[in-house]
């Protein structure tokens, strides 16, 4: 997955080449084929990873399981033990010898008794938490290459496959891909399509999801506080949705926090914490294919592209998934707001049509646009939170400021 920078491209359409865009492009096949066979190696690959490490997950969950059996002085979630493994012996042991020495301490309140027991605690988690390093040690050196490994795989998820050409590549591979493509049945975990432009004629569309407030996730970062829309068009998924961007002011420079500072007295937002900036994003996220008819750029707009509709564009490259997030314009709030369909459009500008101080004339490919369902209702509440205090005081209530209540704006 790979976060992109702005590109600056104004495209000029004509409504109609827009709205034109049910036409399979040209490459579709090309494309959604050489994608369907090299997913065939990449999801084995990913198969075989996740073989290999299934045993270091499991032995990674007991042991964390024993844990917290330890620290609880409970063997409800554990018993019985393994009489073949020699931390599950040790943790065995272990219960039992404490609850002799806490007997012993209750009967006598001995403080010697009381200081051996928290020793062989110790002790005894101690062992634990060595053999989950050890695991962990292990794990790390089977992964080999899986970085790469999850990458090749990413633009397979959730892949409508062409039939065929999965087939085809299936003839020195086995897999469970390879297996539902020769079979009958209908799968759950894959799709096929028997002819690549049947891709194109795929359509899931979700309206804007309804905003929560600002909530910590079990692993400690900040979740809520969004509303977001997806649309789908055969394998192109496009997700955009409106959050905070917040940032600890520690981490940024004191020129960056005056203009998050600025950007929300503009908008007249009240936002009062010391040790946190936030501005109102979007966010951008798209899974797309190598380029299948010239286009060069993709853009991230409103309406249908004949005024001021650009919000974000950036080159076209590879296929795979590709993230943005940037704080929004009080114009693109307000169009938001507003109702205005966000779309994304694969352009393609030819070299040679950009002339310094005018626009390129932008060729459109094909156009994702996303619902308006519900978009002026939850972008409305979540602008509401944001701006009226309610989301400043859900952070100081989760993360209360470190030197005491106040404001950090200087």
């Known amino acids: 997955m790979k976060t992109v920078a702005p590109v600056l491209l104004v495209a000029l359409l004509l409504p109609a080449a827009v709205r034109a865009q049910d036409e399979v492009p040209a490459g579709l096949a090309a494309v959604e084929s050489a994608r369907s066979a ?8 990913l198969a075989d990873l996740n073989r290999r490490l299934d045993p270091f997950a499991l032995r990674m969950q007991r042991l964390r399981a ?138 899931d569309y979700r309206p804007w999801t309804e905003p929560t407030g600002l909530q910590a996730a079990p692993d400690g970062s900040l979740t809520g ?19 905070p961007i917040i940032r600890p002011r520690a981490s940024i420079t004191p020129e960056e926090a005056a203009e998050f500072d600025a950007n929300l007295d503009s908008l007249g937002f009240t936002f009062d914490h010391p040790d946190f900036v936030m501005a109102p994003a979007l966010e951008f996220q798209a899974n797309v294919p190598a380029p299948m008819a010239g286009e060069t750029h993709y853009l991230l707009h409103f309406g249908d592209l004949t005024g001021d509709d650009v ?78 205090g309610d989301l400043s005081r859900d952070l100081t209530s989760l993360l209360p400021p470190a030197g005491g209540a106040g404001t950090g704006r200087q």
């Open 38 to 45: 090299a997913c065939v190696g990449s999801l084995a690959r």
């Open 66 to 203: 024993l844990g917290a059996a330890i620290s609880l002085e409970d063997t409800v979630d554990v018993a019985p033990f393994s009489a073949s493994d020699s931390v599950e012996i040790a943790v065995a042991n272990w219960f039992q010898a404490d609850q002799a020495m806490a007997l012993r301490m209750v009967a006598a309140q001995d403080s010697a008794t009381m200081a051996q027991r928290a020793a062989a605690r110790v002790q005894i988690l101690d062992l634990v938490r060595g053999n989950m390093a050890a695991v962990n040690t292990q794990a790390q050196a089977e992964m080999g290459d899986a970085q790469q490994i999850e990458a090749d795989a990413l633009p397979c998820e959730g892949t409508i496959f062409v039939r065929p050409a999965v087939i085809e590549a299936c003839s020195e591979i086995t897999s469970d891909l390879c297996d539902a493509a020769k079979g009958s049945e209908p799968q759950d975990a894959y799709r096929f399509v028997d002819a690549p432009s049947d891709i194109w004629d795929v359509e």
């Open 225 to 243: 506080a969004r509303t977001a829309a997806r649309g789908r068009k055969g394998n192109i998924v496009l997700i955009v949705g409106l959050a």
């Open 311 to 388: 919000i974000w564009s950036l080159p076209a490259g590879e296929s795979g998934v590709i993230q943005a997030s940037f704080p929004a314009s009080a114009t693109d709030l307000a169009r938001l707001q507003r109702g205005d369909v966000v779309s994304l459009t694969a352009v393609k500008v030819a070299e040679g049509e950009v002339t310094e101080g005018e626009g390129p004339q932008a060729e459109p490919v094909y156009t994702i646009p996303l619902l308006q369902m519900s978009q002026s209702q939850s972008v409305n509440l979540l602008l509401q939170y944001m701006a009226g």
